[in-house]
């Protein structure tokens, strides 16, 4: 039986727990607050992203990426609009938000909110998902109780200054697998054939190679032996995204990268395949709630 904290589907309010909501309060102290907010960016370990965030009010515009969530609340209330709903997670709640689904995000309280959150790239689970079921494991409740998983998450997720060593990895992935069945509601079970895996893979191996330039369905034939039909079908079932967006999203994990380095904008936007700057800042907007300058500003703050 899933461990699922209440608070994924229902509001503090109801719990008899009033919040008074970012925005409602003082406005100095709103602003001075804001002032504050800031995001830590640890390095990348195997195509795995990690970040400490600590904001005040609304954060995050709705957004979407093709990478599971899972976070960490530290302090705070941490609130967002999942599916529909506005949820609620607070100090040792576990975030578990599926590939390509629409969420926002902020402070539940004028006290502000602290928090670490993990994106895994799906892909990195199909090994270690093993003989069970092969599609991605869907978590309804999008807040969840749950001592092993988040001992899992915290482990590495404790130290942001360094990368994931092997062994670690291995167990984290493990630990997160099983993790995600323990509470996932069986749709997850589409099956997918080893070979068709393979052959997911390969085109994520390709695309990652060439994201900055275009890609044609015709490579990715040649490269997965599948047409293109079958592959959109099996990327969509393992990776939970289509390997259009898939490809746009490595370009902007590249791009996010270079964001702080001294070079402007136009120039990340053109080295990494955007036509320019406002198609970067678009799809950026799109998969990260907010433009590439306000990323920039928040991350210099840390």
Known sequence: MNANSTLGNRTLEASGRPIARAGEGNLERSCTSAASDSIKVAPVSGGIERIEAHFHGNAFEPHR???????????????????GIVRYSQPGDIIVLHPDEVHDGGAGTDEGLRYRMMYLPPEMLIDALGERPRGLPFVPSPVIADKAFAANLSNVMRNLDGAIDDLQLNDMLTGIADGLLRHSDGHG????????????????????????????????????GLDRFTLARHFRVSLGTSPHRYLVMRRLERAR??????????????ENGFSDQAHFTRHFKKAHGMTPGRWASLCSRT
């Open 65 to 83: 990426h093709d990478t599971y969530a899972l976070g960490l609340t530290l302090q705070g209330v941490q609130a967002f609009r999942y599916r």
């Open 189 to 224: 079970k589409t099956p997918v054939k080893a070979s068709d895996q393979i052959a997911v893979r390969k085109a994520c191996d390709f695309l990652q190679a060439h994201s900055d330039r275009q890609v044609n369905s015709a490579e990715l034939e040649n490269i997965s």
């Open 257 to 270: 990268s270079m964001i702080g380095s001294g070079r402007s904008l136009v120039d990340i936007a053109l």
